[in-house]
């Protein structure tokens, strides 16, 4: 058996190690497999990754070859590295002995779009939960619940002759014979389903999916713990629901021994789970395994480092979940989300599971703020006061004139086709289109989200204020009160705005605001635009064809703010309703702007 490949990843694999000068700092690490000599190749890609020109290798004493082999193997649970060689055949021999012959990706469901593990949820269930170890986990790799798609409600009330929306009665119908075959699997003639099959695969959203994690024991072996289903702000009659649709998944999990994996561990190197399947394939975890490298950018696809404002980099407290060791993630996720809705939070300002874990650990007082390093205050910012001594400077809307001085020598011109968003879509190409060079130059500008990033990094190396833009629950807090909702945009009514009238035609846009021209073809600012103030004297552009981008991208898209409404210029609530990053909403007949921000203290 060539160990080489038996002890090779099937994934990428993240873990975490110790830096050798310091027990408290740690590395992030790849780790191509167990062997000694992916030991090696890891030290020296980390040391490869970390070079100084001007440094010789040797001289950094975290990237001492010995000690990152020591502290690689310790990771496993070698005593040291000279132990990790010596064990070495006798881990193969344990493997072939207890029939895991071949290295298999047992974890990741690619056959469902909405129901799949990752790694170091399986990691953290095993070694984070302060659980007993299970003798089996479920992940569904295998099982034939996960090679059949297609199957929806349509199907069940073909087969069972009950309106799809008596679920009660639907269950009732498989109950009565859970294990009868009634249709064929659209997509694969030669596999049957059963009523249970038809059912669950149905109602997967109901029951099957909230209950598809290890928070509680629903998928591991023995159930010692109820189901925890990730079900949130829901009535007792839905929560009763998922229990009795999960409970029909959970039979159907143990009618067979497909999607099980038995969990075996080596005496010698406790911190590695096997996770033994069928006919010779087998998985593995590691405690402290991570599913992605950390990069202190998060937005590294497009920006350098130094490209990115100093405030847009990673925070701290993204560090402290990553490298902290005692992190049991999915469950504090879990609370943190049923803690958002208890307290009153909805779908539509649902701020995402960074924001809601840093809520639950401060209240819980796992994680506390460090104090703030924050720059006096600024002219040209308008302050908004937090407290008694912190206050959110913000400036005005970005002018075309200050945001050309800094593109007409921007590295987003002279290279902008060949950049990329987070999507892979191109940043759009032309920005003369809506910013006309003539028009007044202290109009709002209109950008991509990637050019307000870029041009905040620009404000920073100019004044040393570190600025951003907005989050969304900022610009919520510094805005004045909206003056139309959606539904009244819709209707295409005569409107007023104080002593402003406007029409609002067929397209629910503002006549009086955006318009082509056929000549020359920019989105043009009309005539007679309308301003408001906050409370702080902060001017809003208040039409319905104009947003402002913020901080909280996601994906190759960001949250766009209309002040008018005060939602979304594409319609909803700002949280959920994004819009393409690499665009200025130009398409739309529309002109996004943005503004700057930092935080300060009071320097009295």
Not at 63 to 69: A, G, I, N, R
Not at 456 to 471: A, D, H, I, M, S
Request: a negative charge; hydrophobic letters at 35%.
């Amino acid at each position: 058996m060539n160990i080489a490949h038996l002890l090779s990843a099937t994934r990428k694999v993240y873990a975490l190690i110790p830096r050798p000068s310091s027990e408290t700092r740690l590395w992030s690490i790849q780790l191509d497999g167990l062997s000694s000599n992916d030991i090696k190749t890891a030290a020296r890609n980390l040391r490869e990754s970390r070079k100084k020109s001007a440094i010789a290798l040797r001289d950094i004493p975290e990237l001492k070859v010995s000690e990152l082999h020591r502290n690689l193997a310790m990771m496993l649970g070698a005593s040291s590295f000279d132990h990790l060689r010596q064990i070495e055949p006798d881990l193969t021999r344990f493997l072939c002995e207890n029939g895991m012959t071949h290295p298999t990706d047992l974890i990741r469901c690619n056959n469902h779009p909405f129901i799949r593990l990752t790694a170091q949820q399986v990691s953290e269930r095993i070694f984070k939960s302060n659980l007993p170890l299970p003798k089996r986990v479920f992940t569904g790799v295998g099982s034939r619940f996960f090679m059949t798609n297609g199957v929806g409600t349509l199907d069940l009330q073909q087969v069972s002759k009950i309106n799809c929306h008596c679920i009660d009665e639907a269950i009732d119908w498989a109950n009565e014979a859970p294990n009868e075959i009634v249709l064929t699997a659209p997509h694969n003639r030669r596999m049957t389903l059963t009523r249970r099959d038809v059912l669950l695969h149905a109602y997967s959203f109901n029951g099957v999916i909230p209950g598809f994690n290890l928070i509680g024991d629903s998928l591991v072996d023995p159930m010692l713990r109820p189901i925890e289903h990730r079900l949130y702000n829901a009535t007792d009659k839905d929560m009763e629901l998922a229990e009795r649709i999960f409970q029909l998944f959970r039979q159907e999990m143990e009618s067979s021994d497909d999607g099980w994996l038995e969990v075996i561990t080596y005496p010698e190197l406790p911190n590695i789970a096997f996770l033994k399947g069928k006919n010779g394939a087998f998985d593995w975890v590691i405690k402290d395994q991570r599913n992605n490298q950390y990069s202190g950018n998060p937005y590294k696809h497009i920006f350098k480092n130094d490209e990115l404002p100093s405030a847009m980099r990673s925070s701290e407290f993204d560090a402290y979940c990553y490298f902290n060791r005692d992190i049991w993630n999915e469950y504090i996720e879990h609370y943190a989300e049923k803690r958002h809705y208890i307290e009153g939070g909805t779908i539509a300002n649902w701020p995402g599971y960074p924001q809601l874990m840093l809520k639950e650990l401060v209240a819980s007082k796992t994680y506390i703020i460090p104090p703030n390093q924050e720059p006096a205050i600024a002219d040209d910012f308008i302050t908004h006061k937090l407290s008694d001594d912190r206050y959110l400077m913000v400036s005005p809307l970005v002018t075309i004139g200050a945001f050309w001085d800094f593109y007409e020598e921007s590295k987003m011109r002279i290279h902008r086709s060949e950049l990329l968003g987070g999507n892979g879509q191109p940043l759009e190409m032309n920005l003369l289109s809506v910013n006309n060079p003539e028009e007044n130059n202290d109009l709002p500008a209109s950008v991509t989200w990637y050019d307000a990033v870029a041009f905040c990094r620009y404000y920073e190396l100019k004044t040393g204020l570190p600025v951003r833009l907005l989050t969304i629950e900022e610009w919520k807090q510094v805005s004045p009160e909206p003056k139309l909702s959606i539904e009244q945009l819709m209707e295409s009514e005569m409107v007023d705005l104080e002593e402003h009238r406007c029409i609002v035609d067929q397209f629910n846009k503002l006549r009086c605001f955006s318009k082509m021209n056929s000549d020359n073809p920019v989105l043009r600012f009309g005539e007679n635009l309308h301003w408001t103030y906050n409370s702080e004297k902060l001017p809003f552009l208040e039409n319905s064809d104009f947003g402002e981008w913020l901080f909280d991208y996601f994906g190759g898209y960001a949250p766009t703010a209309n002040a008018l409404t005060g939602e979304s210029l594409s319609w909803g609530a700002i949280e959920r309703n994004l819009c393409l990053a690499t665009s200025t909403m130009r398409y739309k007949s529309m002109k996004t702007g943005f503004r700057l921000c930092y935080l300060a203290k009071s320097d009295k």
